[in-house]
């Protein structure tokens, strides 16, 4: 069966040393340079369109993964995605929400 799913990642990385902030900066460059989007900061996601590709994904995102810090990742199905309530603030989801 056919399933778009959404691969949600969170992240709180260290930024006490010069090493920790090019650690959290590498990583958030490899999130964007590799189709992420920013939901919220330290909150990334990724549509993500089967198994094999969430299994190449999970496998990229351990590769890059800086040593120190706590990083994870939530997969849901792109409908469950689409019902995420604002509660408070504006929807910066509408672009991609209309363009899957």
């Known amino acids: 069966m ?13 930024t006490v040393t010069s090493t920790d902030l090019e650690n959290y900066r590498k990583f958030r ?6 189709g992420y989007s920013m939901m919220q900061y330290s909150v990334y996601s990724k549509i993500i369109l089967n198994r094999t590709v969430l299994n190449f994904q999970m496998k990229k995102l351990r590769d890059n993964a800086p040593k120190n810090g706590y990083i994870e990742a939530l997969i849901v199905t792109e409908k469950q995605y689409a019902n995420i309530e604002i509660i408070v603030g504006e929807d910066q989801r509408s672009y991609q929400l209309h363009s899957t």
Not at 2 to 14: A, E, G, K, Q, S
Not at 29 to 34: A, P, Q, R, T, V
Request: positive net charge; hydrophobic residues 65%.
């Open 2 to 14: 056919f399933r778009i799913m959404r691969l949600i990642v969170m992240f709180d990385l260290p």
């Open 29 to 34: 460059k490899f999130l964007i340079e590799n």
